[in-house]
């Protein structure tokens, strides 16, 4: 296979032509837009099978590409310093993160600011500075001369240059003109203009254009060889369009810099800038190589690691054929790491594309990489469905370290998984003893969540609440406490004024819902009690997994009534715990849910495998009953008087208005057991007939023309 044809590009790349400039010039840095779009939620489980848009602390399949690379850096070139950066997201807790997270908490050069507004500028901030750095630097300017080239500078690259006859007094100032006008070409296209101008300064008097000037020609070069490989709606075009002859003057470019300058302040952008026209070049092994080097020696805390990261996402990984030609190069365990795990996802429909045999040939390739090579293979034996003590053989037991790397957390955090897999009486106490070296920003909660989720299998759901509990992850606890948790565990959590507010009322609201939707309404009228005279109302239901507010003040001080007289909830629950079958509690009970809100509303679902958190009987005893559940009981109970059933067909018939779908099932539209638990329009029809000729003078058959 030829290096420089193994690889097809799978769709138009955009390219910011005037992102291959840096600083020195003020140019912003090529961007290479990444990964997966939009959002979805996570699978609260520490497996990932499949590509999971929740990224986990560990290097696993379901990761986004980039998400491994940052881990792999990080555990080959490991900081000194803990990384703080809280990523909490009230859906995603502190045990998963998004690619947009995990960057946000990167490590960033300070940030300095111009103060003047860039707009469509091809200049950034960076390279204002460093014009005016060098400015204030040289000394030997007078004060026009430094106050007339920075006005020029904030002209340059960004609009027409009003020269306006400016001579500089003194030589070093004529030298920074020349410069600038040199630099005004290179931004109009002139690229020939540009490189005489910039030439003509290499041996200027002044240190920072002298070099900023044979540094140039790297950049001018690199310009000049995509200015034309774009298509019709301004995308690149691709590596085969871009001009030859311009890619081979910047590789000799960026030779002659570095001759002169092995230790120019340029240094590093001209060496990354090696991997630019190899790119260019299309010689896609040089290129693979050199990102290798790159991984190996890069750090993952910094933002020049996610720009790394999303650099070889989208010019490598994301290639027609770039597994095998990864495979092929024989020489890269880095890219190979990355391309094997993403090889790893499976799914019920899809078998696994990496076979043993030939991640076993593969083994000479690791030869210095020995445990991540046995964390590969244990990952696949994992994801194979092979048996626990073979990935227990390939993962010794290490929980009591007191700090790990993100492949030895890994390594741990894949043994607890086989344990688990094995139903091992000891698992718990190995994820007890994991937490002591687990950092707390993406580890603390992954080893948290393979706690809890053993002791939720185990019937120890009260440990996990237990004062002192080694469970400390909010989000973990909040998906349990709408779960799992028993009355008396809401209840001590509610009167728990240790824990955060949006846990505590989440429990309240848990407890509350609960009991009234599964018929425990005596328990309700005492708990109600529990909410405060000030709690909120008006924070709504549609983002509940993720808004700040839980509104539990509805259940004090919610709306009880429109068309339908109906006395507050407290007496309807009363009513009901007097008497389940009282035929007009249970229609205020039905218009409570409506008039507030909880059309479509449910709790957190658990995963359907006792290896997803919250999974298992529910903690409140009962079967819940929706609101078209209600209507039902009503309807069928002949007994019941004209008017409470005329009403009661008449909410059953509009729970499908206008859509034809129902709200009143308790269950989201988009809930696959929504179209299960629908009444078929035939019923419908039948509810709809009955109101209209059993009870034509109620206002309810006056007011209903259709059915739906």
């Known amino acids: 296979m030829s290096a420089k044809a193994s690889l097809r590009r799978t769709r138009a790349k955009t390219i910011v032509l005037a992102g291959t400039l840096i600083s020195a010039l003020g140019l912003a840095s090529s961007v290479w837009a990444s990964g997966d779009s939009g959002y979805c939620g996570p699978d609260w489980r520490l497996a990932a099978p499949s590509y999971d848009c929740a990224g986990r602390g560990m290097l696993s399949p379901g990761n986004d590409t980039r998400i491994n690379m940052l881990l792999l850096m990080r555990s080959l070139r490991p900081s000194s310093k803990e990384n703080e950066a809280d990523t909490y997201d009230t859906a995603l807790g502190r045990t998963f993160f998004s690619w947009d997270s995990l960057t946000a908490s990167l490590q960033r050069p300070p940030e300095r600011k111009v103060e003047m507004e860039l707009g469509n500028c091809q200049v950034s901030a960076e390279g204002i500075l460093a014009f005016r750095d060098a400015l204030a630097a040289e000394k030997s300017l007078s004060a026009a001369d430094r106050s007339g080239l920075d006005r020029l500078r904030g002209q340059v690259g960004c609009s027409a240059v009003e020269w306006g006859g400016f001579t500089a007094s003194s030589a070093p100032g004529r030298e920074y003109l020349a410069y600038l006008k040199a630099a005004d070409a290179f931004y109009a296209g002139d690229w020939a203009g540009a490189r005489a101008g910039f030439s003509a300064l290499t041996r200027a008097r002044n240190p920072w254009v002298a070099e900023t000037a044979r540094y140039m020609p790297i950049r001018i070069s690199l310009r000049a060889a995509v200015a034309d490989a774009v298509d019709q709606y301004g995308d690149f075009a691709g590596v085969d369009k871009a001009n030859d002859e311009a890619v081979t003057s910047a590789g000799k470019a960026i030779g002659d810099y570095l001759k002169a300058y092995p230790k120019g302040r340029y240094a590093a952008s ?325 008039l507030n809100g ?67 099932l308790g269950i989201a539209r988009n809930d696959p057991d929504s179209d299960a638990a629908a009444a078929p329009q035939s019923r419908r029809k039948a509810w709809f007939t009955e109101l209209k000729q059993r009870y034509p003078d109620s206002q309810w058959a006056k007011d209903l023309r259709y059915y739906w």
């Not at 991984?295 to 993952?300: D, K, P």
């Not at 001080?557 to 507050?568: E, H, L, T």
């Not at 997803?612 to 209507?631: H, N």
């Not at 008017?643 to 129902?662: E, F, H, T």
Request: aromatic share 8%; charged share 25%; with cysteine.
């Open 270 to 594: 001209a060496k990354g800038l090696i991997r630019r026209v190899a790119w260019l070049e299309n010689d896609q092994a040089a290129f693979a190589r050199l990102l290798e080097n790159e991984l190996a020696t890069q750090g993952g805390d910094t933002a020049a690691a996610a720009s790394l990261a999303n650099e070889i996402d989208r010019k490598l990984l994301e290639q027609d054929g770039a597994d095998a030609f990864i495979t092929g190069l024989g020489n890269t365990p880095l890219l190979l790491t990355i391309s094997n795990l993403k090889r790893m996802r499976s799914s019920a429909v899809e078998a696994m594309p990496l076979s043993a045999s030939e991640l076993a040939a593969q083994k000479n390739q690791f030869s210095a990489y020995g445990d991540l090579y046995g964390f590969l293979l244990a990952t696949r034996a994992f994801q194979a469905q092979e048996q626990p003590a073979t990935i227990l053989r390939l993962l010794p037991d290490a929980a009591r370290e007191s700090r790990y790397t993100p492949l030895a957390f890994s390594r741990q955090v894949l043994r607890g998984m086989a344990l688990n897999r094995a139903s091992d009486p000891n698992e718990a106490g190995f994820w007890r003893e994991l937490l002591g070296g687990s950092a707390p920003t993406f580890q603390r909660p992954l080893v948290e969540l393979g706690l809890a989720t053993r002791w939720q299998r185990g019937a120890k759901l009260a440990d996990i609440f237990a004062p002192g509990s080694p469970v400390t992850d909010t989000t973990t606890r909040e998906l349990l406490l709408q779960t799992r948790a028993t009355p008396a565990i809401l209840r001590a959590t509610v009167k728990d004024t240790s824990r955060p507010a949006r846990e505590r009322d989440i429990a309240l609201f848990s407890l509350l819902f609960k009991q009234l939707n599964h018929g425990a309404y005596a328990d309700s009228t005492r708990d109600l009690a529990l909410v405060p005279a000030d709690a909120d109302n008006r924070a709504g239901l549609w983002s509940f997994d993720d808004q700040a507010t839980i509104p539990v003040g509805l259940f004090r001080k919610g709306n009880w009534a429109d068309v339908f007289s109906c006395p507050a909830l407290d007496r309807t629950a009363a009513a009901l715990a007097s008497n389940p079958r009282d035929r007009k509690a249970q229609l205020c009970l039905g218009d409570f849910y409506r």
């Open 598 to 664: 909880f059309d479509g509303f449910r709790l957190f679902r658990p995963g359907p495998t006792a290896d997803y958190l919250g999974y298992g009987p529910d903690g409140v005893p009962g079967k819940a009953l929706s609101r078209e559940g209600l209507y039902n009981e009503i309807i069928a109970d002949r007994s019941a008087s004209a008017d409470l059933r005329a009403y009661a067909l008449y909410r059953a018939v509009m729970c499908y208005a206008p859509s034809g779908y129902s709200d009143c």
